[in-house]
């Protein structure tokens, strides 16, 4: 059985990335995703090719779980007004060593730093900057030593 918990990804920077705006600074922002659930970050109006964040994002997790699939995907994308957004570039985190971690010492954090973010053709197209946290849910032991009748510390 696997046991949850909470990843938080620190969305940082991007650095030199293509500009698929031929006339006008790229507006870009970030689809991340794991599994089946996505967040998006704020767009970086007219940052062009090196856009910043700093935003913070949380998803639950469980650990292990069914698949070995622990992918964390960003998808950078280029905001257009009157046409459908550009692809920009994505980057992918593989997270099961920071799961692991989380769950042997109870918190595993990974220091904002650079991946590299890759066009559909697998070339190399600039790098985004991205924190990891993750935290386990502490194990409710005391609900199954009780037969599911929790002890109040109230009385």
Same mark, same amino acid.
């Given at each position: ?17 293509? @500009? ?8 870009? =922002?970030?689809?991340? $995703?794991?599994?089946?659930?996505? $967040?998006k ?12 964040w @700093? ?14 699939? =622990?992918k ?8 257009d ?12 985190? =593989? ?9 042997? @010492?109870?918190i595993?954090?990974?220091r ?5 973010v890759?066009?559909?053709d $697998?070339? =190399? ?7 990891l ?23």
């Open positions: 059985m696997g046991r949850s918990g909470i990843l938080e990804v620190q969305l940082v920077d991007a650095r030199g990335l293509g @500009n698929t705006d031929l006339f006008a600074k790229m507006d870009p =922002y970030v689809v991340i $995703r794991y599994k089946s659930e996505e $967040r970050s704020s767009v970086a109006r007219g940052a062009g090719g090196d856009p910043k @700093n935003e913070r994002f949380t998803f639950r997790v469980q650990f292990p779980g069914a698949d070995d699939e =622990y964390l995907i960003l998808r950078i994308m280029d905001k007004t009157f046409s459908a957004d550009d692809f920009v570039g994505e980057a992918t985190i =593989y997270l099961k060593d920071v799961l692991a971690l989380g769950m042997e @010492n109870g595993a954090e990974i904002p730093c650079k991946h590299r890759l066009l559909a $697998r070339t =190399y197209c600039g790098e985004i900057q991205v924190g946290t993750f935290t386990p849910k502490r194990e409710e032991a005391g609900e199954r030593d009780y037969g599911g009748w929790k002890h109040s510390s109230f009385e």
